[in-house]
């Protein structure tokens, strides 16, 4: 690495630009803070996922779990590992990096940080449709949840709100502020309807329902997981492929237009993976609140950053989703679903971005 | 109709425009704000677009600089309709400065400026050593390098929109199209904008902007493009255009169109209903 070949000399009245590096024919911007505490961020996440798998009735060390995720551990570390906590720890990791990343998507488009997919009623959309086909014992509705599964249902009605809510704030261009106050319009509908299916429904299958709806990691099967990591892997692509086209969008439609950015594009495929990855992250562990709207602000502020840092968002939602599943495990004698736990954490987080938004506006 | 063609002001040559507008008609939903209408920015000169408000004038900029689209005719870069031309390629050709723009809290103007810089980066050539030393050179230009570590919110309204300038700047471009610089900047902060945009003029750019304030628009431009109702009024030096006719046909104004004291330009006094005192 011949490193920093544009940085400034420091010379007296040169300015400071952050410098950059350049790698053979790869060239960008070095900041060395963002990237320190991306990095610091995602040990953290990591070893809380180690931990995470490690706790149990049948407790095994952290570095027993080190060694069975190197391929070197005892043939019963690894049956209970890989194939009975593994898959609950993947999700975890998975769903929060989900929705960090969706948060920090919706965030940027509407230059809005109430702009979660919680808000835009991408969640309470999935929510809804989950509700309706667990309490609807009827033909149809059995048959799509044993043909596609709970979670591409609840990730159908997630897109389907989530495109809904864009048409209707569509005017000739997406105005942030439009956009969160038909996604609270809406998300108070699908909330409605959930409520009301509730109501109607029989007991238990209102139980299945509410346990859903809280948001939990319990009993997470490979089968479950593995679709939802897929497909996140993938759209995590996408959105790295078109992120550097949507750095000057962060000024404003006319000026990332100004710099050649087809802006209306960019956004629609940005959203649209946003909506997905909400969707995904809804269908494999429920509605797990709160963690799209606090883990891209919360990145922001630790990698301090003028906007919500993409990659800093997925760490520390996945950092917020393990962590906060480890507590609701191990703080009290029941385990707790991990969406009781990121409420808690959540609710407060948003009251202070109320009352911040509040003293500046 | 007083229209007359200024290419090559002092020197009489004529030199082709590199953008222009083709019998473009514009609009928003049903409403067309501009019908028909015909421009072509003479080269190497300030170019000022003035008239009354609704008469069209950001309109006319946004549809040179493809922000929005002719439902006919044409905008013409270089030769080439502006509507086919791939919108990275025309940034690195047209550099634009939208009304009013906002940046993210806490960004620095160093990163602000670097922004300029997209149209000649791509995903794996982010920051290269050519884009540093076009920014220096943005930033030293507009004299805001001391600032490069600030906050661009920090700033007052003056300093924001050299910081602005000094972006579109970066873009490497020698035709810059500026919607209202001056806009919420006090007198003194507005001078010193458009003394501004004066040294890049001198420095070899094509200037086309929109002006609300008359004098400063015929103290600072080569070519005056006056509209109302969404055509092309009169459009010349300010010298061969600022009457008191032209202000009367224009705004609806009574002025008096006198030398000015300390320029080589007609000066606009306005007459209201008070605090007059005429001969």
């Known amino acids: 690495m011949s490193g920093a070949d544009a940085k400034p000399d420091g010379a007296a009245g040169r300015p400071s630009l952050a410098p950059g590096v350049r790698l053979g024919r790869v060239s960008f911007v070095w900041r060395p803070w963002t990237v320190l505490v991306t990095v610091l961020l995602a040990t953290v996440a990591f070893l809380l996922f180690c931990l995470s798998i490690g706790v149990g009735d049948f407790p095994i060390g952290l570095s027993r779990v080190a060694a069975t995720l190197l391929g070197r551990g005892e043939p019963v570390d690894e049956f209970v590992i890989m194939d009975l906590r593994m898959p609950r720890a993947l999700a975890g990791l998975v769903v929060g990096v989900a929705l960090g990343v969706s948060g920090a998507i919706t965030q940027s488009v509407a230059r809005n940080p109430l702009a979660s997919p919680d808000v835009l ?166 509605p797990v609140p709160f963690v799209a709207l606090v883990a891209p602000q919360a990145a922001m502020r630790l990698a301090r950053c003028p906007t919500p840092p993409m990659v800093a968002s997925g760490v520390v939602g996945a950092l917020l989703l393990v962590g906060a599943d480890l507590v609701a495990r191990t703080a009290l004698p029941v385990s707790l679903p991990v969406g009781v736990v990121t409420a808690a954490i959540g609710g407060p987080f948003l009251v202070h971005l109320l009352v911040r938004a509040n003293l500046r506006g | 109709m007083v229209t007359q063609s200024v290419t090559g002001i002092e020197s009489g040559a004529v030199a082709p425009s590199r953008l222009a507008a083709r019998g473009v008609t514009v609009g928003y939903g049903t409403r067309t704000v501009i019908d028909e209408l015909d421009a072509a920015i003479p080269p190497g000169v300030i170019t000022t677009i003035i008239g009354p408000n609704g008469c069209g004038k950001s309109t006319l900029l946004r549809t040179l600089s493809r922000l929005l689209k002719p439902t006919k005719g044409a905008v013409v870069l270089d030769g080439e309709d502006i509507g ?196």
């Open chain 1, 121 to 286: 009623g991408i969640t309470g959309g999935a929510g809804a449709t989950a509700v309706f086909l667990v309490t609807v014992s009827g033909g149809t509705a059995t048959a799509i949840v044993d043909s596609v599964g709970l979670s591409a249902a609840a990730l159908a009605g997630g897109l389907g709100t989530g495109l809904l809510v864009y048409f209707l704030a569509w005017r000739r261009g997406i105005d942030g502020l439009r956009l969160v106050l038909i996604g609270i319009s809406v998300s108070a509908v699908t909330e409605a309807i959930t409520a009301w299916l509730l109501v109607t429904a029989d007991i238990r299958d209102v139980a299945q329902a509410q346990a859903w709806l809280v948001g939990s990691l319990d009993d997470r099967s490979w089968d479950e997981v593995r679709p939802a990591l897929r497909g996140t892997l993938v759209l995590l692509a996408v959105v790295a492929a078109v992120a550097f086209q949507f750095k000057p969008m962060h000024l404003g439609d006319d000026v990332a237009a100004g710099l050649g950015v087809r802006y209306s594009a960019v956004r629609a495929v940005l959203l649209l993976c946003a909506v997905l990855l909400a969707g995904l992250a809804v269908g494999a562990a429920g």
């Open chain 2, 84 to 279: 086919r031309l791939r919108t990275r390629d025309v940034a690195k050709k047209l550099g634009l400065l939208p009304q009013a723009p906002v940046a993210p809290e806490g960004l620095t103007v160093g990163d602000l400026v670097a922004r300029g810089r997209h149209p000649h980066q791509s995903w794996l050539r982010q920051w290269s050593s050519d884009d540093a030393a076009v920014v220096e050179r943005a930033l030293a230009m507009t004299g805001v390098s001391d600032l490069a570590d600030r906050p661009v919110d920090t700033l007052s309204g003056g300093q924001r929109q050299r910081v602005w300038i000094s972006m579109t700047l970066a873009q490497g471009t020698d035709l810059l199209l500026l919607d209202e610089p001056t806009t919420y900047l006090d007198l003194a902060h507005a001078i010193d904008v458009l003394d501004l945009v004066n040294d890049l003029h001198e420095s070899g750019c094509t200037v086309v902007m929109v002006l609300h304030d008359l004098n400063l628009a015929t103290r600072y431009s080569d070519n005056l493009i006056v509209m109302r109702d969404g055509s092309i009024l009169a459009q010349g030096h300010p010298r061969d255009v600022v009457t008191a006719d032209l202000l009367h046909e224009a705004f609806g104004l009574r002025a008096k169109v006198i030398d000015d004291p300390v320029g080589d330009r007609p000066l606009i006094v306005p007459i209201g209903r008070t605090h007059v005192q005429l001969p």
